[in-house]
Structures are given as C-alpha cells and as structure tokens.
C-alpha cells in the first residue's frame, strides 16, 4: 500500500483487522509474512495503490466504511 502506515510485526491477522476497525482514521491495512514473521501495515492516509510485496500471500484491504461507535 502507497500511504502513511504503520507497520506492526508479528501480530495475527484478527489483530491486524481489530486494530484497524477500532480506529477511526485507518484507511486501510494490509496483512502477509515474510520468512518467519507476520507484517501487519495500518494506514492512516489516502491510498493512492499497492506496491510489489516481498512478502507471501500479502492482501491489502481498503476501508470503505465509516467509523464504528465501539464500547
């Protein structure tokens, strides 16, 4: 993903989702692994489109939807 994101390393996809879901100005994120870890990217910006990724099975996922009023 082109954008401002934040990389967060060896967290589960359900984290990376939540993580995401539970901030109001995540645009999006993307998900995969390299060797031996899990890369989670949060981003914060507009994004603009995907680059190559070095990493296996990487998805990129864009957030459409507003904010949820979560407890």
Known sequence: MVG?????W???K????LTCVQDCK????DY???A???RCRIC??????????ILDAAVCYDR???????P
């Open 32 to 34: 995969g692994f390299d």
């Open 44 to 53: 914060s910006s507009t994004i603009v489109g995907t680059e190559a990724s």
């Open 14 to 17: 359900e984290k990376c989702v």
């Open 4 to 8: 401002q994101c934040d990389e967060l």
């Open 64 to 70: 459409t939807a507003g904010c949820l009023d979560l």
């Open 10 to 12: 060896g967290v589960s």
């Open 36 to 38: 031996s870890r899990a």
């Open 26 to 29: 995540c645009t999006g994120f």
